[in-house]
């Protein structure tokens, strides 16, 4: 089975004009700085005077303002060039990395097994990485007419902004790249298994055609997928693979014609080595969620939101940048999570869910990787909290997901005693009380609020029509019986998952969308695979199994230049 | 929970030989580390314009490892041994001189309620 390209016109296709007409690059800022009127749309009223002076004089303050004027990208203007002789060393390799995380370990190991000379530069103090599931499709179990299913559900998924090609590799080669990364990081000590189709219960069957899936899982937590890249780096630094942590990228080393050779970072010791890279350079430096004006710029949805993530400040995103790459438009897919307050095969199950304060505020049947749209507020901030009675084994019996025992609730629950199994201790935050009044203390939502919202919810639950939501009545169940129970849950940034524009070979383009020579994305840093408001849940470990398959496939892609 | 006291997180080799060697502290701003004859330029260079202190810096005087084997016992967990940096967390990310130190973790962590000198 194959995703040979079909028959397609002259030029990019439909995703790729749409990124480089609407997406920011320096030269369409710069363009558009000089525009005027362009300007005024785009960096809000009067910016432009600055930004016309900007371009002779970048100054941080002046360039690009978002149009409520909040939200300035500071990273934009180009940092004069390093010059060699502050270079304490200079280093040649074949392929040099920078990130060393899902994508860009495997990226290193994928380039050495293909006969590479490779470098990784590492701003951290080892490999990281966050999650449990990397996922793919098993080709050999599955019907090609499943698979062309699956990619178009994923597109529809992405609202249909996405670049289908990069879905499609994904598609016919995740298996493949998946399986490559459970191997190898077994060699290196890793805790992992396949856990194959039986984890995708949802999609076993795609528009009723017979999928089959490799589903990788480095846990139960604590353990992540941080402990299996940090294994998986010992494989292959055992295949030549040299390894540069505490060595933040600095810049890119680029040519006369804009080729990218090299990369400048910065030791511990702080002083500036050279990696000359033969064959090309691949940035996986992950997402830009700790760049606060990034973010706001981007994605102000997520302004009052709060990380899971350190130290992700979008330096891919500049490097890339600076070298001409384009950024994809504004309205950047985002991904809000919480599998850890609670048990996650109950997150998305109907009970009824309060605000911060303790209201009702929406149909329940909403997935919890949706709910950060109605809590986005300083407020809110993604609070909210699942309540449910004595009763809820019962009552919830059939609805979708998976409910665990009170026995078992006790794992999540920060007051019980004694140690804590497969869950991040620090993280779980589900509560058990006698009354309505001290679940919501427990809750920390307003106890008198909580109260009426619980009365307004049994008179409705009574009335056997969810007149105010309109949730289906078979989810209705009252709140009646002590103990009461309460999951408070906050969705916070996992990660934002859009990139810069790339093409089929993960290769940077430029505003001309013409291939920078030398340079290519991978990871969350790598544009095109998403595109919706927020990532889909469609595929359980997607975006794992896609930093994989793309650094696995570049890696090798790269090598053989 | 074991409260990390200034006495505990200073105590581990802030060495006395150099502070003894270099002459009284500016008394300007508000220092632990000048209290203890830690001159300015030892920390923020000497071009005048004082820079911003980066962890190597720390380290010259303050070991990592070390720090992280004294706090191994503290509850809930060890600030200085972290699943995010392992022993390698930038001291300033936490501990500021001559403004109101932070707690790093708390934020994500809220149960971690460290009290950070």
Redesign the interface.
């Known amino acids: 089975m194959s995703d040979e390209p079909r028959e397609e016109g002259q030029g990019p296709d439909a995703y790729t004009r749409q990124v480089l007409e609407q997406g920011l690059s320096r030269r369409s800022f710069l363009g558009r700085a000089a525009g005027g009127a362009a300007a005024v749309g785009l960096f809000g009223m009067g910016a432009s005077p600055a930004l016309a002076a900007a371009v002779k004089e970048p100054k941080a303050d002046a360039f690009a303002t978002s149009t409520d004027g909040g939200a300035t990208l500071t990273f934009l203007p180009k940092p004069k060039p390093i010059r060699d002789r502050e270079i304490s060393e200079t280093l040649t390799f074949d392929v040099v990395v920078v990130g060393a995380g899902a994508s860009g370990v495997p990226a290193a190991l994928s380039a050495a097994e293909h006969g590479a000379k490779v470098a990784v530069v590492q701003k951290a103090p080892f490999a990281l990485s966050q999650g449990n599931t990397g996922s793919g499709i098993d080709l050999a179990a599955s019907e090609k007419a499943g698979v062309e299913a699956l990619v178009a559900r994923l597109i529809a998924d992405s609202n249909h902004r996405c670049n289908p090609k990069l879905i499609r590799q994904w598609a016919y080669h995740s298996g493949e790249a998946v399986r490559w990364v459970i191997d190898r990081a077994k060699q290196g000590g890793a805790t992992v298994v396949d856990q194959g189709s039986p984890a995708q219960r949802a999609i076993l069957k795609v528009n009723g055609y017979g999928m089959g899936y490799v589903t990788s899982f480095f846990g139960p937590k604590p353990y992540t997928t941080g402990d299996g890249m940090r294994a998986l780096a010992k494989t292959a630094e055992k295949a030549g693979v040299k390894f540069f942590f505490q060595m933040p990228a600095m810049q890119l080393v680029q040519g006369r014609s804009g080729e990218v050779q090299g990369v400048i970072a910065r030791g511990h010791d702080g002083k500036y080595r050279k990696f000359l890279a033969k064959k090309g350079v691949i940035l996986a430096t992950g997402d830009y969620q700790n760049n606060r004006a990034m973010s706001d710029y981007f994605i102000p949805d997520v302004k009052h939101l709060e990380r899971k993530q350190l130290d992700r400040t979008g330096d891919g995103f500049a490097l890339a940048y600076w070298a001409g790459g384009v950024f994809e438009p504004i309205g950047h897919t985002k991904m809000l999570h919480d599998f850890d307050a609670g048990p996650a095969s109950m997150c998305d199950m109907p009970f009824l869910a309060v605000d911060r304060k303790g209201r009702r505020f929406v149909n329940e049947t909403v997935e919890m990787s949706l709910l950060n749209n109605y809590l986005k507020d300083a407020e809110n901030a993604g609070h909210y909290s699942q309540v449910f009675d004595a009763d809820y084994m019962t009552q919830a019996a059939t609805w979708p997901g998976r409910l665990v025992p009170p026995e078992g609730l006790k794992n999540y629950m920060p007051d019980e005693p004694g140690p804590k199994k497969g869950v991040f201790e620090s993280q779980v935050n589900t509560h058990k009380a006698g009354t309505l009044e001290e679940l919501a203390r427990k809750l920390e939502v307003d106890p008198a609020t909580l109260v009426a919202t619980v009365r307004r919810y049994n008179e409705v639950v009574a009335s056997g029509k969810d007149s105010d939501f309109g949730k289906p009545a078979s989810f209705l169940a009252p709140i009646l019986k002590a103990p009461f129970y309460g999951i408070h849950r906050r969705v916070r940034v996992s990660a934002i998952c859009s990139g810069m524009l790339v093409d089929e070979h993960h290769q940077a383009l430029d505003a001309d969308g013409k291939p920078i020579k030398g340079l290519f994305l991978v990871g969350n840093l790598g544009g095109g695979f998403y595109g919706g408001v927020d990532y889909p849940l469609t595929v359980f470990g997607l975006s794992l199994g896609r930093c994989y398959t793309f650094g696995y496939l570049t890696g090798r892609h790269v090598a053989r230049l | 929970m074991t409260i990390l006291t200034p006495s505990r997180i200073l105590g581990f080799g802030l060495a006395g030989l150099l502070a003894a060697s270099l002459g009284a502290a500016p008394a300007a701003r508000t220092s632990k580390h000048a209290a203890r004859g830690v001159t300015c330029a030892q920390c923020h260079g000497k071009s005048g314009k004082p820079a911003a202190v ?3 810096q720390c380290q010259g005087c303050h070991d990592p490892a070390d720090l992280a084997a004294r706090t191994a016992q503290a509850k ?2 060890n600030p200085h041994e972290n ?4 022993t ?1 967390t930038d001291c300033t990310r936490c501990h500021h001189e001559h403004q109101a130190s932070e707690n790093l973790c708390l ?6 309620t460290f009290k950070v000198p």
Do not use: A, D, S
Request: hydrophobic fraction near 10%; charged fraction near 20%.
């Open positions: 980066p962890f190597r809930p967990t699943r995010h940096y392992g390698q934020p994500c962590h809220t149960r971690f």
